[in-house]
């Protein structure tokens, strides 16, 4: 599994696609939070809905890359359709831990803040929460489950905006609303890592209905 992580992350990085969502990541970061001199739970917040948008277009851009034929080889190759759907996963999980690396650090380079550890282990798990959920979105509006991909992006924008705004619909709105009402990072870790297993839940489910969808297509 190894082996076919590193595969999916170079095949993408060779492609360049990751050049655009990375760039609206970082872009969206230095404008939210740029000279902010808020509490960090809020900052860290902002950075979150960033990643979220970033993630599922990681997604659909990392399922994307080859057609049919060569997916079929590379399924030959894995042993199973399951083993490459995880890897590809596995592979934008990568992508996701280095921007979420990059999410805690630019905005302490960004505004006058002093982090504690709590402010950076909440960082982490609210950008993993996006991030999984993001990423289960991909999955479902990805080539596997859609062949066309404009009705794909529609259903996308419909659920990222659902999983941002819709009150209570999804972990990332319940978590995102206690983080931007909060001065004490301590105060919501346990809910954040609630809401961390929560996407979880998401992504697991998101990885079984594109699953048996691209198989029962076959």
């Known amino acids: 599994m190894i082996a076919l992580i590193r595969y999916m992350f170079t095949v993408l990085l060779l492609s360049q696609r990751y050049l655009a969502p990375l760039l609206l990541f970082l872009g969206l970061v230095t404008v939210l939070t740029s000279s902010d001199t808020g509490p960090l739970a809020a900052t860290y917040a902002a950075v979150a809905g960033a990643m979220l948008l970033c993630s599922a277009w990681l997604t659909m851009a990392s399922v ?36 979420t690396a990059a999410g805690l650090v630019l905005p302490l380079m960004l505004g006058p803040h002093v982090p504690g550890l709590a402010d950076l282990t909440l960082g982490t798990e609210a950008q993993l929460t996006c991030a999984f959920t993001g990423t289960a979105v991909g999955l479902i509006c ?17 659920l990222l905006l659902a999983a941002l705004v819709g009150k209570g619909v999804s972990p990332v709105n319940i978590m995102l609303t206690r983080l931007q009402n909060v001065s004490n990072s301590t105060d919501v870790l346990v809910s954040t ?17 594109t699953q048996a969808i691209n198989l029962r297509k076959r």
């Open 142 to 158: 990805s080539r596997l489950v859609f062949r066309r991909q404009g009705y794909a992006l529609v259903l996308a924008l419909v």
């Open 64 to 99: 994307g890359l080859e057609d049919q034929s060569h997916r079929s080889v590379i399924v030959v190759s894995a042993g199973s359709h399951l083993r490459v759907l995880l890897g590809t996963v596995g592979a934008v999980a990568v992508w996701c831990l280095m921007l």
């Open 193 to 209: 890592s609630v809401q961390l297993i929560a996407a979880a839940g998401f992504l697991t489910a998101g990885v079984a209905i």
